[in-house]
């Protein structure tokens, strides 16, 4: 079946660092694939994503390339701040879309000053 | 436009009891998902609805779990006879009918925080 395999966390980072969180995955056919931040306490908010092979999503400074060869969606930041701490969750759904996501463990970010 | 609204947000039974979960779509979006995020892990797929209609529960629990959508009103999940290990947050997701912009992204609502003693 379908999965998203992610580094364990908690990574700590001082402020400005540069940040990668990688992310692979196993699924049949073309999945669109999901970066997802979860902040305290709260839900789920879509950070980025990307529908198909080679295409890069974007979002506050965030992105991730679609890497069919190397099953791939690795989320980067070049400059992280305080407010970036949170978890972050590599999801995938199955080809065609509008279905059930896969998530990754998650990934705990902390950026301290 | 309001977002996925989930009620309650903290929700706190006894062994045995009834827990009761509600969740009201985005405006427009005919699709509904729950996930299930125990202490520690990620989220996992229990149910996909539309309305009226289950279309995947391959992630549910066979027994004491049930999804349901109606045409009117919130989609509710129900869980019988409620045990220490349902203790989680359990995170509703809406989206818009397949094939409309946008139809492979699912909108989070903030969760409802199960705790069984």
């Known amino acids: 079946g379908d999965s998203v395999t992610q580094m364990e966390g908690p990574v700590t980072l001082s402020e400005e660092a540069f940040l990668t969180i990688n992310c692979t995955y196993t699924?049949?056919?073309?999945?669109?694939l999901f970066w997802y931040v979860q902040y305290p306490g709260e839900g789920l908010q879509l950070l980025l994503k990307?529908?198909?092979?080679?295409d890069k999503g974007s979002n506050k400074g965030f992105e991730a390339t679609y890497r069919k060869e190397t099953t791939s969606f690795h989320l980067e930041k070049g400059s992280v701040q305080v407010s970036d701490s949170a978890v972050y969750f590599c999801?995938?759904?199955?080809?065609?879309?509008?279905?059930?996501?896969?998530f990754g463990t998650g990934t705990q970010l902390k950026v301290e000053l | 436009n309001a977002g996925v609204m989930q009620n309650p947000r903290h929700l706190v039974r006894r062994r045995g009891q009834e827990a009761r979960l509600r969740c009201s779509p985005m405006?427009?979006?005919?699709?509904v998902y729950w996930y299930r995020q125990l202490p520690e892990e990620g989220l996992k797929f229990m149910v996909y609805?539309?309305?009226?209609?289950?279309?995947?529960e391959s992630g549910m629990p066979k027994e004491r779990f049930s999804a349901e959508f109606p045409k009117e009103g919130p989609s509710i999940l129900r869980i019988q006879q409620v045990v220490r290990g349902d203790s989680a947050a359990y995170f509703c997701?809406?989206?818009?009918?397949?094939?409309?912009?946008?139809?492979?992204?699912?909108?989070f609502g903030p969760g409802t925080r199960l705790t069984v003693l």
């Open positions: 997701a809406s989206s818009p009918m397949l094939g409309e912009t946008g139809g492979d992204e699912q909108f």
């Open positions: 699924a049949t056919g073309y999945p669109s």
């Open positions: 990307a529908t198909k092979a080679d």
């Open positions: 999801a995938l759904s199955a080809t065609g879309g509008g279905n059930k996501l896969t």
């Open positions: 405006k427009g979006h005919s699709h």
């Open positions: 609805l539309q309305k009226e209609n289950i279309i995947d």
